[in-house]
């Protein structure tokens, strides 16, 4: 059973990054602008490796109805709903742009829908979006179609909505069930309805429900938490994923009305994680890793035991890795040995659409170095094994020499029980498959110990 101990736990850097993006959002410059990206668009298109392999795409849908407080992403908070099908022509634009470079339509094998809410697009609009999608864009047969709900905007007959459009996998936003808890973040939502939801979901056939949870939140108690815990049991979904909540007013202006006196302490956070930990465990529930849980016999669960996990901007996946063209503002694509992030302002993501400009506003062209720290860290998040001779051939060092450094900080780990060595390679624990980020966290040149991330 998984579980850490009070003296970890309390040892235990929860500030680590989750490595959404090696490097991480700190090192994205301004001076990758447009240009940039347009040429690795363009030097996909020139590879015979990637051209004829599949993207992926992710759309950011900005627009909410509400603000939660703990909110960290790029959103408008409006009611006025006229908003939206301007902002799909400006999509539109944006994928006419991106496919011209890449020199004609790519094929796509997955889809996500995030946001922002996108239930807050009306079913005629989420139609309107898939048919621009197709415009520029072939579906790969058995296309993974996924997307964010937030249960206060949908209901029976948009469920079905989604269905027709071809949706796999819902991820619903619960956060809490604690009603003090939900108003101290300004989300009230309903349990009932949550559950009649996800009862619906089923009986039209989607593959996959996932539910989302917050822990740290504000008025977030053991006893609460475990309430809320028992309450996501009763949903029985087929993942769950339990995100650490981050107090960083400084980089997120909801966040400022999160009284800081309600949040719970540090190791207060690190037990409640614990706490799940053992009870999504003992439900049933396979440890996927950092966030994730999910039940014997879904696709990452089958993947996590054949080995072939992979982690993107988005989370873990159980297909090869693919490049993500990311549409919308604010967001974050990767693209061969770049990453790229878009106008975080809907004003400038317009104004860079209307000069026909792609509009990234920053992003990082990875180094070999980057590359090569970037591969140790995915394959240590999605594998737990790295095999030096194998690193030593595809990068052309000698492992030992060139993380010497590291070494010394592995062979401390080793001693806390969280990885082990050997003369060819390293393997994380059990143990350390909780404290991953740690493990990782060895690798990446940039990040301080006691630094916080905002990824
Ligand atoms: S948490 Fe989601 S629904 Fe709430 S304000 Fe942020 S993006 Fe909107």
Redo the contacts with the bound molecule.
Sequence with gaps: MLSLSQALLEHYDAQAPTYQTYPGFEQFKQAFGPRHYAQALEHRRQSVLTRLKPLSIYVHLPF?E???Y??N?D?I?TKRYSKTLAYLELIEQELKLQVEHLGGKPKISQLHLT???PTYLHESELESLDTILKSYTVFTPNIDMSLDI?PRTINNHGLAALHHLGFKRLNF?VQDCDVSVQRAVH?LQDFDAIQGLIEHSRVLGFECCSLELLYGLPKQTQRSFEATLSRVLELDSDRVKLTLYRHQPEHFS?QNKIKAQDLPSKLLALKLFNTALTTLNQAGYEYIGLDLFAKDGDPLSVAKRRGSLSRNFLGFGHQPHTDLMALGMSGVGSMGSTYSQNATTLEEYRLFLERKQLPVVKGCALSRDDLLRKSIIMTLMCQGHVSFDAIDEAYLIDFDAYFAQEMKQLRRLEAEGLVKLSAKSLDVTELGRILVRTIAAVFDRYWTPGLSSTV
């Design positions: 909410c509400k603000l939660c703990f909110c992403r959103k908070v946001g922002g809410t937030d936003g989300r909801p």
